[in-house]
């Protein structure tokens, strides 16, 4: 149910309404790329924020029983700053970049105690699947109050708003809302888990939390296997996070009407519900790693494809294709990685490996950002006509895009080298 509550923000936030509301209100008349770049910017600065406090969270959590504690302060930090995007004026992009990132922090920050609750309500047999089921609650959760969103931007007169804009603003203040209730159902039915290992008073929980974390990263090498799935799955869930946080603005800055941006993504919601559920079981059935590589390959073809688009309908079918493979790549990561760790360290190891997911969407956006201005600058000819500023500046964002090729080719190379078997038996070495 808190994947049911919180997707609200990843869907109506920051895939869809946030990066058209920045371009078009908040970052207004200023050029596309330049706009794309403080978004992507502001993207990084949140995933470094969240990644650099993991570890000392980690340790805060793990020296007693506060995992629910935590959860509670992040989601409801998020649903705070989510609410304060309506007060944010036009141009204010300052402001809105600030509140986003917070917003940010407090969605990926309470999911680091939301994943470190998933054993305490799953067995080992059954985790697969209940990662999974996660996945596609909160697809099916963040789709409904996006859709309801939709409906009241499109017919704002209809829900008795003046105009789109003023229903956008409205539409944060329904995830807030969304957010903050359906949190309540967490913070009532699951558990807490025990700890009994506490720090003595006076301990500084930063210099435990780097402890923590140098000591599970030395551990991490000699386990090489580990070790390498790490490095490939930071490069290719980099590239799936970015293209989540950065497919609505890409196509804003091609030329295609916000709306049919905003269906695109209704479409990826309601097709992902199914497919992660889906791909829970082809990874039982089949191997989670071949299904992990047939995500990688959807969105290799994905990205080329969308660089290359010029027709609204295509976007739709990429949306299609999206919602196939997004939740499944997620879900499976994170089962595929229990096999490769000691089940000792179950806790501690699933501590770094959300660590490094956080360090996720920092190289894709900046990436895209660097790449689109650069090529504006190199395509941009002297004194160039209006027409001329456009057809560049979209080509020069079709480069951004193409770009994030890149992070799957390195992710799917490095995952070619992961043995899972090899894996296994050094986690079995190491837990004797």
């Known amino acids: 149910m808190y994947d049911w509550a919180n997707s609200a923000f990843a869907t109506t936030v920051m895939a869809g309404f946030f990066p058209i509301f920045f371009k078009q209100y908040w970052s207004y008349s200023v050029d596309v790329n330049m706009s794309t770049a403080r978004l992507g910017l502001g993207n990084a600065i949140a995933s470094i ?5 993991a570890p000392i969270l980690g340790a805060m959590a793990d020296s007693g029983s506060v995992r629910k504690k935590f959860l509670i ?17 036009k141009g204010d992009w300052e402001w809105a970049i600030f509140l986003y990132i917070m917003g940010i922090i407090g969605f990926s920050g309470s999911n680091i105690f939301y994943d470190s609750l ?3 309500v799953a067995n080992e047999s ?29 017919m704002p007169e209809k829900f008795g708003l003046p ?56 551990k991490v090498r000699h386990l090489k296997t580990v070790f390498l799935f790490l490095i490939a799955y930071w490069f290719y869930i980099d590239g799936v996070d970015t293209i989540i946080r950065m497919a609505v603005d890409y196509g804003m800055s091609i030329g295609f009407d916000s709306n049919d941006l905003i269906i695109a993504l209704l479409i990826t919601q309601f097709v992902g519900f199914p497919c992660a ?20 390959g959807i969105y290799m073809v994905v990205t080329l494809w969308g660089s290359m688009m010029t027709y609204k309908q295509e976007f739709y079918i990429l949306a299609v294709i999206i919602g196939m493979a997004q939740g499944g790549i997620q879900a499976l990561s994170r089962s595929y990685y229990s096999r490769l760790i000691p089940k000792n ?35 941009m000819p002297p004194s160039p006509t209006p027409e001329q500023v456009i057809h560049v500046s979209r080509l020069a964002s079709r480069w951004g895009i193409a770009s994030i090729l890149l992070l799957f080719i390195i992710g799917a190379t490095l995952l070619f080298f992961v043995d899972e078997e090899k894996g296994k038996i050094q986690a079995a070495c190491f837990e004797s």
């Open 73 to 89: 302060f992040f989601a409801y930090l998020g649903v705070l700053m989510t609410a304060s995007l309506f007060m944010i004026k």
């Open 126 to 154: 059954d985790i697969d699947y209940v990662s999974s089921l996660g996945y596609s609650m909160g697809y099916l959760g963040g789709g409904l109050l996006f859709l309801g969103n939709v409906l009241m931007t499109l």
């Open 118 to 120: 998933l054993p305490s």
């Open 277 to 296: 559920l889906f791909f829970g079981k082809l990874g039982q059935m089949w191997s989670a790693k071949k299904s992990i590589y047939i995500a990688i």
């Open 345 to 379: 360290r179950f806790a501690e190891f699933y501590g770094f490996y959300n660590m490094l997911g956080k360090f996720a969407a920092i190289l894709g956006p900046v990436l895209m950002g660097f790449v689109g201005l650069t090529a504006r600058h190199i395509l």
């Open 49 to 53: 924020v969240v990644a650099v406090m």
């Open 163 to 218: 105009d789109a804009g003023t229903a956008i603003r409205y539409a944060f203040v329904s995830v807030a809302f969304w957010w903050g209730f359906f949190t309540i159902f967490t913070i009532l039915w699951v558990p807490e888990v025990q700890v009994t290992a506490t720090p003595s008073n006076g301990t500084n929980f930063i210099v435990v939390g780097f402890k923590q974390f140098v000591g599970t990263f030395k």
